[in-house]
């Protein structure tokens, strides 16, 4: 069974930086493209970033781009989210995710990705 641990979520100020990891308890995870996903209170579930399987290839949703970077670290099965200059509509659980497919490029729907973190809080202040 594959295990998704994020971390590094918490409160911060408008303007302030986080750095979220992902951990992924499989030997292949270097093998698979992964996706950011957040879901802000009351709202559903949407993507905010996403990295090929060698991290050649990444994606920003428009209200990412610019402030958060995806990236991945293949010899230690993590893969981050990088945000910085955050704002108070930043806030939301923010969800690590892998693709069905393995040496594929990214994806921007949810429905191609099967095993998912339990989520971290990321919480910005005004």
């Known amino acids: 069974q594959v295990q998704l641990v994020e971390s590094g979520g918490g409160l911060v100020q408008a303007g302030g930086s986080l750095r979220l990891s992902c951990a992924a308890s499989?030997?292949?995870?270097?093998?698979?493209?992964m996706g950011w996903f957040r879901q802000p209170p009351g709202k559903g579930r949407e993507l905010v970033a996403a990295?090929?399987?060698?991290?050649?290839?990444?994606y920003y949703v428009d209200f990412a781009k610019g402030r958060f970077t995806v990236s991945r670290g293949n010899a230690k099965n993590t893969v981050y989210l990088q945000m910085t200059s955050l704002k108070p509509e930043d806030t939301a659980v923010y969800y690590c995710?892998?693709?069905?497919?393995?040496?594929?490029?990214?994806?921007?729907?949810?429905?191609?990705?099967?095993?998912w973190g339990q989520g971290t809080q990321v919480t910005v202040s005004s």
């Open positions: 990295i090929s399987w060698d991290g050649s290839s990444t």
């Open positions: 499989e030997r292949t995870f270097s093998t698979y493209p």
């Open positions: 995710a892998r693709r069905r497919t393995q040496y594929g490029n990214y994806a921007v729907r949810s429905e191609e990705y099967d095993y």
